[in-house]
């Protein structure tokens, strides 16, 4: 049995050695031989130096350049340079994978021949305060929506997983990542895992530990580009991906068209606000119960930078590609970093 873990990355000089070492301290079967093939978008800070110096004290390591500097391509290299093994991991720089991780993939894959991707549940982990906050709020069924991958308390069939596994089959079924979706590319694949008849899934039992953004600009473009890209998929597609997606632009929506309310009798502008006045009591509500007293305000400022950058980036997904037409904008293709 062969399996192939890709990493795709570019300036993660902080994180790649640990993300590599936890691979490779992965359990596997007696019989399974593994390469792990980190493709790197030309970093500058010394990733590159760090993947070199594991590789000479490990065969099972290359390194892959990526001039285009961008995600699926990272990914569509990986999967080639790999040549046809039987499963492929994705894998994150900034993701350590639990010892359990790959065996239990592996398992859930051979077992289940209509599963074909499977994943774990995410720990995210803070490099400084106001990550640890972007954490915990990341970690919320109100930060991220019910249904979301990040906030399942039970393994089960889902439409989405982070790091997964899928048998190499799968490509050759219904073909790699789409080179033209810098953002949300994964969804897109899965999208088409699930349109061609297969199936996700997600163990609770295993996990990765997920190194958090640690800027609020980064969280800030970073759901902009989520929200911008998923309108991109759809258009491909020809429909929604996923229900929930649509929730944030209506917010947008709901607080752009809030102040032509007062031209409206007394009872209509008291109605108009009970939205937004259960979405106050959410936010003050998770955000007490995730971080306390102590920093409430920090933490209550992040769901609306979520939700209204995500609803906002999606509302100019509708203009640019289901009004005028147009293609992705080059200033989305900018890494949010």
Known sequence: MKLSAVIPCRNERAFIK???????????????????????????????????ELMKTNAHISLIDNPKKLTPFAFNLGIHAGGKVDFVQIVGARQI?????????????????????VGGKITNVAVNKTGELISAVMSSSFGMGMGNFR??????????????????????????????????????????????GGKIYFIHDIELKYYVRAKVSGLRKQFFQYGYWKVFVNRKHGTMTTIRQLFPPAFVLYLCGLPLSFFFPLWLQLLSIIPLLLYLCGMTFFSLRLTGIKHFLNTVSLFPIIHVSYGMGYLLGMIDFLLLKKNPSDKQKELSR
């Open 18 to 52: 640990e993300c590599v070492n936890a691979i490779f301290a992965c359990d596997l079967p007696s019989d399974c031989e593994m390469h792990v093939y980190v493709v790197d978008g030309m970093s500058d800070d010394g990733t590159r130096e760090q993947v070199l």
């Open 97 to 117: 994978l639990s010892a359990n991780y790959l065996i239990n993939c592996l398992n859930v894959l051979q077992e289940k021949n209509d599963i074909w991707c």
């Open 151 to 196: 906030t399942l308390e039970q393994s089960g069939y889902t439409d989405t997983v982070t790091s997964p596994m899928y048998p190499y089959r799968v490509f050759e079924k219904i073909g790699f990542f789409d080179e033209d979706l810098i953002r949300n590319q994964d969804d897109d694949f899965n999208f088409r895992v699930t349109n061609a």
